[in-house]
């Protein structure tokens, strides 16, 4: 099981910090991905950190201003994000996935993923 937390309501400008808890597994055996999706559009791959390389990836739009983490310890993984947009308004979830291809593979590639969290709303708002 996967569990977001860290969600709000945040000024543009401002950050949130989501986190990607699991139970049952551990995180690190797989890649773990962030996808969001706004209302009345389309899914959309954000980021995800490699198990094999342990480097993060992330979509155009949230480079520089996104950064996924993992802590093993906690069976944790993060999602820092800096200077939000409106634009960056949606329900954001985690998701894990067995890894066989490293780098950006696993960015845009939902169906890649085994396990997914219910979702947690990210609204960016004056």
């Known amino acids: 099981q996967l569990v977001e937390s860290g969600g709000g309501l945040v000024q543009p400008g401002g950050s949130l910090r989501l986190s990607c808890d699991a139970s049952?597994?551990?995180?690190?055996?797989?890649?773990i991905g962030w996808f969001r999706q706004a209302e009345g559009k389309a899914r959309e791959g954000v980021s995800c950190?490699?198990?094999?390389?342990?480097?993060?990836y992330y979509t155009d739009s949230v480079k520089g201003r996104f950064t996924v983490s993992r802590d093993n310890a906690k069976n944790t993984v993060y999602l820092q994000m800096n200077n939000l947009k409106p634009e960056d308004t949606a329900v954001y979830y985690c998701?894990?996935?067995?890894?066989?291809?490293?780098?950006?593979?696993?960015?845009?590639?939902?169906?890649?993923?085994?396990?997914w969290g219910q979702g947690t709303q990210v609204t960016v708002s004056a």
């Open positions: 998701a894990a996935g067995t890894e066989y291809y490293s780098g950006s593979y696993y960015v845009q590639r939902p169906y890649e993923y085994n396990y």
């Open positions: 049952g597994f551990a995180l690190d055996w797989y890649a």
């Open positions: 950190i490699s198990k094999i390389d342990g480097n993060g």
